[in-house]
């Protein structure tokens, strides 16, 4: 793996509706940005990513959790693929092996890594949807962080990126299935 630069983002939430948290709320992305060994050709076997997928994932994964004043709680991954990609290379990167490192990094973690994708090009930006790391339909815990580097990815590059939380919404009031429920067992409940 090609690795450009890394950029972290914490964001401590402290007051959010008119009301003050009664405990700071961290989000943290930890982004990646590589060379992507596939720009600008079509190529079959995309396996070269899988390897960096796993790397990314455990790196960027301590890297993240690192940040955060409580235990992880929420989880999420993205990837802009520079435009002489495809989003296949976004795939490659996110979803064969990233996830059981970023879980590992995490402390566990049943529920589908929530994840997006997309080209672009320098300064595009991503909201990295996030939920609850053991439970899909905790609301509490749908949620969104975005990031973005002013002058990347270039054409032959791919940003990563992989975010946490140590807690839910600020104030999250809209039921359904909440933290003190969970069965951990299935990722959904």
Request: no cysteine; charged share 20%; aromatic share 4%.
């Amino acid at each position: 793996m090609d690795l450009v630069r890394m950029r972290t983002t914490v964001d401590v939430i402290y007051h959010e509706g008119y009301r003050r948290l009664e405990q700071p709320l961290r989000k943290v992305a930890a982004g990646a940005l590589i060379k992507n060994p596939f720009a600008g050709r079509y190529v079959e076997d995309l396996s070269e990513l899988y390897a960096n997928g796993a790397e990314l994932g455990q790196r960027l994964g301590e890297t993240a959790v690192a940040q955060l004043a409580g235990q992880p709680q929420s989880y999420g991954k993205a990837a802009i693929v520079g435009l002489d990609g495809e989003l296949e290379h976004a795939a490659a990167l996110l979803h064969p092996t990233l996830g059981a490192p970023l879980r590992g990094a995490v402390g566990g973690g049943v529920a589908i890594i929530p994840s997006a994708k997309k080209l672009g090009g320098p300064g595009t930006a991503i909201d990295v949807p996030l939920h609850h790391k053991d439970a899909m339909y905790v609301r509490s815990h749908f949620d969104a962080l975005s990031f973005r580097l002013e002058d990347a990815p270039a054409a032959d590059e791919i940003l990563v990126i992989v975010a946490v939380t140590d807690g839910g919404r600020p104030h999250a009031r809209v039921g359904g299935l909440q933290v003190s429920d969970l069965q951990i067992h299935d990722g959904l409940t």
